[in-house]
């Protein structure tokens, strides 16, 4: 791949990413879209994720949140981590609702960035808004004969 296909090396990366990812496939989520920066990721709300006030356990929201971070920030080929994060809640989830998490890119100066994520349920309520703060550890994610146009 070049630097005129952002798309192509967004995608790539996330399905690498993907192939490793245990948690948010365990989890049952789902890459809806990818792109250079921004990811949107989803998961339903199972009996298994409910708390006991009967509302979707909020580490289960973080984690979708965190998952379409990861996948946001992971795309321009360089292995990117959490640094920081925060959360805030502002609906619960509910048992059955598919979980919609968007992340898009605020910023990315040097090796650091800075990512936005919604959590909506279905009808568009916002149940959270994550800030991420991530991090480049200057090595590549793919093998370099995907990221130079070949195949592995």
Known sequence: MTDTEPQALAEACAAAMWAE???SRGLGMRIDAVAPGCATLSMEITQAMVNGHGIAHGGF???LADSAF???CNGYDNVT???SNQITYLAPGRLGERLT???REVARPGRSGLY???VTNADGTVIAEFRGQSRSLGKP???REVSKGGTT
Do not use: E, G, M, S
Request: hydrophobic share 60%; proline share 5%.
């Open 81 to 83: 981590v959490a640094q």
């Open 21 to 23: 990812d245990h948690a």
């Open 70 to 72: 990861a996948f946001a």
């Open 116 to 118: 936005d994520v919604r």
């Open 141 to 143: 994610l793919l093998p």
């Open 101 to 103: 998490a968007t992340a």
């Open 61 to 63: 929201i973080f984690t």
